[in-house]
């Protein structure tokens, strides 16, 4: 137990005094003891005596009350697996050939064609070559290449599937005008060509969408799940005491609350080169430097909480998504209990369906569709369920490989749904989906500050796998 104490302050670059250690190895959990003891010392401690841990526990009589016994969390197996075909990891394929690309947009067309075929609403739908010959009412499936306004107020959209392309025609006088449209997802609709054959106008348009239908069951779990996005180890702007302060209530309260895991939504450091002029904001400028001083942090958290971490696009993985798991080279200093897996990526812990998606495809939504921003990621996040698409726009700011299957598609409606990468906190409820934005961990940076933007910090969302109740811990007050 003694190196285990010392090894704890060794890793907060602490020495302890003899007295101080004696008075540490009296407590009857000298591992918690010292733990509190550090969170609460100033940032410029290094050697610690009898007084300064007497006044670091000052008035926190938790530390000398006498133990209340703990029942041990041994009893709860912990049930969490990747749902097959959701990761990237290990079966990339792409090559960036044009082959590769159809591949991809058939891929998507066909997955989300069924999808919207499977509405009570629809039905099966024409092709649209053969559509555009009938004199009478049809529905069709198709991929929006372009949306134009016309000079009149009407609305003109491309739509092409594995036949051929046509224009739908929407009037300015038609309910459907005021309808977002948005390039590449996948649309059905209902409608009629023109006699001369040349537009398809549009009566009815149906999106993939999660049924009516669809609601959380309640089970008889009892453990939940938590979430740390946008971590950015390395970072001057990283938020250290509040960190602490969430891994002293994690240390204090997870085995009573069961929070038997947590998922890392990506950006857990903040990388090299990610934009110019960033080697003026970090502490810390090498890469394989952060993600060792990641796991340092990690073994914080309690054994008992099984862990899974995915990268955004401050980690060192590739840019373009699906993303990856971390390479090896990066992955060897972290403790068993964590999870490496792609961006993004679907799980399944105890019965739940858990979406976990870093969010950079936020940014083309933004840019795209007027009514969406950047202070209401939740708005964005129902988009994302309403086409059932993650990132359906190609070619804008957020790259996107061409690989075998589109790996953005959300073909399996999730029981959560979490984001980052816009450093928001929020939580909303859509067709039974808990949807959460998940915070960060850095305060306001530079280029937020550029832009007027102010993140949510510090501020870890936790939702009971039985219940579905979300809980926003702010450990900012």
Known sequence: ??????????????????????????????????????????????FVTKKDVMDAIAGDTVIYAPQKTIKVQNSHKLDISVVPGTDVTGDSTCEGKIEDFANYFRNRYYTLRKIIEKRKDFGSAMPIEKAMRMDRETKIIGIIYEKKDTKNGHVILKVEDETTMCSVFISKDSPLIGETFINDEVIGIAGKPTSNKELYIANEIYHPDVPSSNKWVPSDSSASVAFLSDVHIGSYTFLENNWKKMIAWLKANSTEKEIDYIVFP?????GIGVFPGQEEELTVDNIYDQYSMLSE?????PDHIQMVIHPGNHDAVRLAEPQPALPEIFRKSFDSNIMMVGNPITLNIEGRTVLSYHGKGIDDWIAGVRELTYED???????????????????????????KKDYLIIDRVPDIFVSGHVHGAGTMEYKGIRMINASSWQSQTEYQKMHNFNPDPGIMPIVGLGTGKTTMMNFMK
Do not use: C
Request: hydrophobic content about 45%; charged content about 25%; cysteine-free.
């Open 377 to 403: 990621p939740l708005k964005v996040m129902k988009n994302m369920m309403i086409r059932r698409h993650l990132a359906p726009m190609y070619g804008q700011r957020n790259a996107l490989a061409p690989e």
């Open 1 to 46: 137990m003694r190196e285990e104490v010392l090894s704890a302050a060794a890793r907060k670059n602490v020495f302890l005094s003899p007295e101080a250690l004696e008075m540490v190895l009296s407590n009857s959990h000298p591992i918690d003891f010292i733990n509190t003891v550090l969170t609460k010392l100033s940032e410029n401690s290094m």
């Open 266 to 270: 990506g950006d857990v450091v903040d």
């Open 297 to 301: 942090y990690l073994k914080d958290i």
